[in-house]
Structures are given as structure tokens and as C-alpha cells.
């Protein structure tokens, strides 16, 4: 029934539906894994550190179930169970890893369905903010990359990790000292996640011409990498939280500078040192330790940073 699902979606997006099209791939962007990062981060140094933390420990919770679920189940992508499924475009490149649930859906499940999920924001926010992963999700299956299993066990997981962080989050605020204990079993989930990954077998399926069809090992990256990215940011949690202290309640002009040296050193974090990185320690070592560096600057490198230079620049000014 999926495929069939996919394959009516397919004829209507090639014939009347062509104009929904590009607006479907701007919707599915917004679930790219660069985007949630980019735009919790903006919100972390920016906007309210408060609400980016609550968003990084959710979706970092997100990337674990994520992980977890896609070596367990490992669901083949919609083309790949029936030729006649054509993703559009270059959709395909941007679905990585096994399907099942969909990793898009689950990041837009995490930035914008962790304020849905807020009882503290406007109303209309949350009915807006609850829209738009609707159609991240749907997204995913118009541009044929998932199956409609994928996108809904997505959103209901997504929702539900945001959910539990909100809580975890009021409980944290009444018992701060707890801190360490909630990022020694998270860090512990992720090493036991990380070993279930690459010591379990995959499956082996070939094709006529005896190629293997999908890689188990290749597709199991994108768990290391959702290890990598939640071990970093309860490491650099802890360290901000006994180390750095900074703070959102800045002048807005402060915050703008913020926003644009932090996002120029991320981009050089993960386009230079990273690539670096990975040409020097290959496989998924290398992949777990690329995206740790990525999620340790976000949450602690470029906060202490910053705080050190204003503090400076304010003793300049006095």
C-alpha cells in the first residue's frame, strides 16, 4: 500500500501537481540536517539559550532514537524496493542511510515541533509551528525519498523525544545538581547505540549481476553521526553550565555580531576542519569525531569565546 502511495504521488507531482513541486523542496529543506543545526544554534547564541538548549538535548535524543531505529529495522528506500519510484530531482542525495524513520522529519520534528509542544509559547506559534512539520513530513514522500510509515513513526517519535525533553527540562530546573547524571546516561546510550551499530549484521541482498544493493556498514553512518552530534553537545552542556555561563540577555547589536562570527566559524568548523578530519581518521570514527567538533563548537567553543571577547570589549569601553 506504501508503494502505491508513492507511485500516486509520483503521477500527480509529474502531471497537475508540478507547481507544488518546488515549493515542497524549499518545505523538505527546512528537515535538512544543516538547517536544524544552523537554526538551533542562531536560537542557542542569539535568541534565547534557554529554548536553543531545550531544542539541541531534544533533537540530540532525536538523532539517538533516529539511529537506533534505522540499523534495527534497516528499511530500504522507496526506489530501491520498486524501480518504478522516481525521486525527484536530486531529493535522492539528500536521503542517506537507511529509511525507515525519516531523519528529515524527525529534525523538523525536533525545531519546529519542540515549540509546537510548549505550552509556554503563543497558541498561534504552535499551530504554525505544527503546520510546517506536517509539511516537512509530507514533503518526504511527494519528492518520493520515503514511505508514509517513515514520515509518520518520524513525526510521532520526534514529537513525543520533544515532549520528554520539556519535561526533563523542568525537572532539571528543579534539581540542577542532576545534571551530570542525565549526561552520564546519555552518553552512555550513545556508546552502547554506537557498538549495537557496528557490531550487528545487516542485511545482504544482491542484484542480478551479484552487486551488493545497499551497503549495511555505509548506512550505518548516519547513527555514528547522531552519536557523535549528542555526545558533544552533553559534554559541552556541562561545560558551559560550570564554565562559561553566558547569556542571551544582550543588546541586539551584540546579538547580530554573535549570530555572524558564530555561523563564519561553524561553517569553518565543518567545511575545513572536519574535511580534515575525516582525511586523516576515515570510517566511522572519523564521522562520529567530525560531528562531535561540529555540536562542542555550537554549545561550548564559540560561547566561551564570546563571552571572553565581550567581556574584554566592555572592560575596553569602561
Known sequence: MDISILLALQDFRNGV????????????FLGELNSAIVIMALIYWSVSKELGTYLMMGWSGNRLVNGALKVTFCA??????????L??????????????????????????????????????????LGVIVALVAFSRIFLGVHTPQDILVGACAGILVMWGTARLMQWLAVHPEKDLLVAGIGLALGV???????????????NAEGKLI????KMANDTFKGVGYCAAFLIGWILERRYVGFTTDIPLPRKLSRAVIGLLGFYAVSLILNALLKSWIPGPVGTTLSCFLQILYIVFLFPLCAKRFEREDTAAAA
Open 214 to 217: 545497499v551497503d549495511g556498514a
Open 87 to 128: 525521486p525527484y530531482g536530486n531529493a535522492i542525495t539528500t536521503a542517506t542511510g537507511y529509511s525507515f524513520p525519516s531523519g528529515h522529519t524527525m529534525n523538523a520534528a525536533t525545531v519546529f515541533g519542540g515549540g509546537a509542544v510548549r505550552k509556554d509559547l503563543p497558541k498561534a506559534l504552535r499551530v504554525t
Open 17 to 28: 501537481g508540478s507547481f507544488l513541486t518546488d515549493f515542497f523542496v524549499k518545505m523538505t
Open 192 to 206: 552502547a547505540i554506537a557498538l549495537y551499530a557496528g557490531l550487528k549484521s545487516y542485511p545482504a541482498d544482491y
Open 76 to 85: 530500504y528506500r522507496p526506489w530501491i524496493r520498486d524501480a518504478r519510484i
